[in-house]
């Protein structure tokens, strides 16, 4: 909530030159970062110092990571997609090794590269369900805001979320291999491949929502306070 006062609470002034401090600190970061990105990370600091002046204490924490989304995750999308896709596709990879060994079934893994007979399958950035991070973690983070009214219990239950799509996308992999090894090529192809990532995003949704009762932390502490 915005104030219409003009008491200014000391924790908020204090929180506000903290941010403005850091904020300033971020002219160093240009030895070891892009102009471009100290000075993101320079307006996300001066966002955060804008809330602490103008919002109550409590509702920084709620709107800044909206600044987070907005002024350094967006822009530099390609970059955290890149640095991202890597780790996903190995883990992806060795989950999929691991489930269909244990099924009998004839795989090895190097790396991202799964060999079936005498076949090698990538599994690329398109298959590592990094091109739908993006829209899971905001299709996410919307659930968790009609789920929960606690910002613990949100960012608990979004943090979920990650763990999901490696899961759900190594299925899908998992899937498409079992196909591939006994109709061939059609499980290669754009129709099997799009089909398979609707039905990942899907599920993954789903169950999002169906572990909010997994959540520690319970709503009962916050509905108490508002009713007092």
């Known amino acids: 909530m915005i104030k219409t006062h003009t ?3 000391p924790h908020d002034l ?3 030159w903290i941010f403005l401090i850091c904020a300033a600190g971020t002219l ?4 070891f970062l892009s102009n471009e990105l100290a000075l993101q990370i320079a307006l996300l600091l001066l966002f955060g110092a804008c809330l602490a002046r103008f919002a109550n204490y409590p509702d920084v924490f709620k709107l800044l990571p909206a600044g987070v ?3 350094l995750l967006l822009p530099n999308a390609d970059y955290f997609n890149s640095l991202m896709s890597y780790p996903l596709r190995l883990i992806c990879s060795y989950i999929t090794y691991f489930v269909l060994s244990v099924f009998g079934m004839q795989v090895s893994c190097d790396a991202t590269v799964l060999t079936m007979g005498h076949e090698e399958i990538a599994v690329t950035a398109a ?3 990094i091109n739908q991070l993006e829209a899971m973690f ?3 983070w919307i659930i968790t805001m009609f789920v929960h009214k606690r910002l613990i219990c949100r960012v608990s239950h979004w943090l979920l979320l990650l763990p999901l799509v490696i899961l759900f996308n190594a299925l899908r992999l998992i899937i498409t291999l079992v196909i591939y090894s006994n109709w061939g090529e059609v499980a290669l192809s754009d129709t ?3 089909v398979l990532g609707y039905l990942m995003v899907i599920a993954v ?3 999002f929502y169906l572990c909010s009762s997994l959540i520690p932390f319970t709503e009962k502490q916050q509905t108490g306070r508002d009713d007092k």
């Open 205 to 207: 949704a789903v169950t």
């Open 7 to 9: 008491f200014i609470n």
């Open 14 to 16: 204090i929180l506000s």
């Open 69 to 71: 989304i907005f002024l």
């Open 138 to 140: 905001f299709i996410g």
């Open 28 to 31: 160093f970061l240009t030895a």
């Open 192 to 194: 099997v491949h799009s």
């Open 127 to 129: 298959c590592s369900g």
